[in-house]
């Protein structure tokens, strides 16, 4: 099998924001309902985007298209042509076949969506295809999570943090951030937390309770990549969609490979449990102690036999450490408002959260949007730090229709 690095991710650039971002609008007391279309549905909490779609892959792609149509057209304008083609230089050509090679490897019912949207959206097919590739066209960048339940939520439900971070220009597009609601005609209603356009999983939770997120993996795993693989977020939206069990997630780690090397955090309701994904293989790793799960971009199992330094990449070391003493610290009292604590915490003041730019000397990267979800309630909050202070969106009540 040959062996060689994704053309998805050749690209690779240190991003600064040129835009001055809004005032923060305070957490949303209600998910309120914009407008409908076919059988969908637009809510927004605060400012971000709840959409709940309805039916066929095809037909939730139709309803998706419609509802955001004006920010789809919008967005694609300023990110892809205004920013990466105009501003960066980079090849429109290059840019299309990138987008064409994420395409090409998704199954026919993700396809069938993607064609909704452009049909309803304004937006041409290679257009619509060329957005939903808004994150390969860059290296990629840290991630962080925390999941807590048992002793260290007081015996209350499990509770699971994560940020995700990414170079700065990123946080001006979090401002498009969409909760994207599937009810699919056969499957498991699943939802899924990503820009606007972007069809594929890098955080989310279904209607039985399974939440994911995924953390780049590279300072462990290395730049070992398959052209020739389906990308891991695509197959984790399907699981979302597939699978209801922790032990069915076991069977998805141990039958699916992995084109990159990622770590997904995922949970339930009673417990957490990190996959440590390489392309050869993975470790099931279930905390750091009993109740406590921490994970950034390296691998910790010790069966790895990987022994990491204090300056590889992403300050990987220096945000769990400090994730791992506030979980600690706040042993027994960690619930929602304390994960929000938790995560609001930036780097120097001893959490794992990149700060605002302009807030603390400047990072290459910024912590874009961040989440909070409660697998046995169906419940999860958002922020996209410098937009949208944390704002609640209550799934089981959509989820159930």
Not at 12 to 21: R, T, V
Not at 28 to 55: C, M, P, Q, W
Not at 119 to 144: H, K, R, V, W
Not at 164 to 174: G, N, P, T
């Amino acid at each position: 099998m040959k062996i060689c690095i994704r053309i998805t991710f050749i690209i690779l650039f240190i991003f600064s924001a040129n835009g001055l971002y809004a005032q923060p609008t305070p957490e949303a007391a209600a998910t309120k309902l914009i407008s409908t279309f076919e059988k969908g549905n637009l809510y927004r909490s605060g400012r971000i985007n709840v959409l709940d779609l309805h039916g066929s892959y095809y037909q939730m792609g139709r309803q998706y298209g419609y509802l955001l149509r004006g920010q789809l057209k919008s967005f694609y304008q300023s990110a892809v042509v205004d920013y990466f083609q105009k501003q960066k230089g980079l090849s429109a050509d290059l840019m299309k076949e990138t987008a064409m090679a994420l395409y090409a490897s998704y199954p026919a019912r993700f396809k069938d969506m993607i064609r909704g949207m452009a049909e309803t959206s304004g937006l041409p097919l290679d257009a619509q295809i060329m957005l939903n590739a808004l994150e390969l066209y860059g290296s990629m960048s840290g991630c962080s999570g925390i999941i807590a339940w048992g002793e260290y939520t007081g015996y209350q439900p499990l509770i699971a943090g994560r940020n995700y971070d990414w170079f700065d220009k990123y946080l001006e597009f979090a401002q498009n951030l969409t909760v994207t609601i599937f009810h699919p005609e056969s499957g498991i209603p699943n939802a899924i937390i990503t820009f606007a356009g972007v069809i594929y999983a890098t955080t989310g939770l279904n209607a039985d309770g399974l939440f994911l997120a995924l953390n780049n993996g590279r300072p462990s795993g290395g730049a070992l990549s398959y052209a020739n693989r389906v990308p891991a977020m695509v197959s984790l939206l399907a699981f979302l969609n597939d699978y209801s069990t922790m032990d069915n997630l076991d069977i998805f780690f141990n039958t699916t490979r992995t084109d990159f090397a990622f770590i997904i955090n995922t949970a339930d309701q009673s417990r957490g449990i990190s996959y440590e994904w390489a392309p050869f293989e993975h470790r099931r790793r279930s905390g750091d102690a009993d109740g406590l799960l921490v994970a950034t971009n390296h691998f910790v199992d010790p069966s790895w036999g990987i022994v990491m330094k204090d300056n590889v990449g992403f300050e990987t070391l220096r945000r769990r450490g400090n994730l791992l003493a506030l979980g600690h610290n706040n042993k027994g009292k960690i619930d929602v408002q304390k994960m929000k604590e938790i995560l609001d915490t930036t780097m120097k003041d001893g959490g794992a959260t990149w700060p605002l730019k302009g807030s603390e000397p400047a990072a290459a990267y910024q912590t874009v949007y961040q989440v909070i979800a409660v697998p046995e309630y169906l419940q999860i909050w958002v922020k996209v730090p410098g937009f949208q202070d944390w704002t609640k969106v209550e799934l089981k009540k959509i989820m159930a229709k």
